[in-house]
């Protein structure tokens, strides 16, 4: 079966930085766009940015200049670098990818989630 499978995350200081990966497993024939959310306490999951397979991004405004999305096909990994991180990047992160399997019609798949803390 098709999963995410994410790593990184953590409790940094505010002005640090942090890099998340989400893998990508299973029977896989194809991966489309994927992408990063991210939900805080009390507050509605939020998009954070996107990568299509061509590598063209999509941002929210409040993380622009300060996170990278990118994406290795081969590796069927798409990573997070986040920099000038502050207290309001605090939440849960979760990738996001549309996949299509080998025997599995094209469908979304969402990461576990991973808890980053910044503190002040």
């Known amino acids: 079966q098709v999963q995410l499978v994410q790593s990184g995350g953590g409790l940094v200081q505010a002005g640090g930085s942090l890099r998340l990966s989400c893998a990508a497993s299973?029977?896989?024939?194809?991966?489309?766009?994927m992408g990063w959310y991210r939900q805080a306490p009390g507050k509605q999951r939020e998009l954070v940015a996107t990568?299509?397979?061509?590598?063209?991004?999509n941002y929210a405004d409040s993380v622009k200049g300060r996170f990278t999305i990118s994406r290795d096909n081969v590796k069927k990994t798409v990573y997070l670098q986040m920099n000038s991180l502050n207290p309001e990047d605090t939440a849960v992160y979760y990738c996001n990818a549309d996949i299509r399997g080998d025997y599995v019609l094209r469908s979304n798949y969402w990461g576990q989630g991973t808890q980053v803390t910044v503190s002040a």
């Open positions: 299973g029977r896989i024939n194809s991966i489309y766009d």
């Open positions: 990568i299509t397979s061509g590598g063209v991004t």
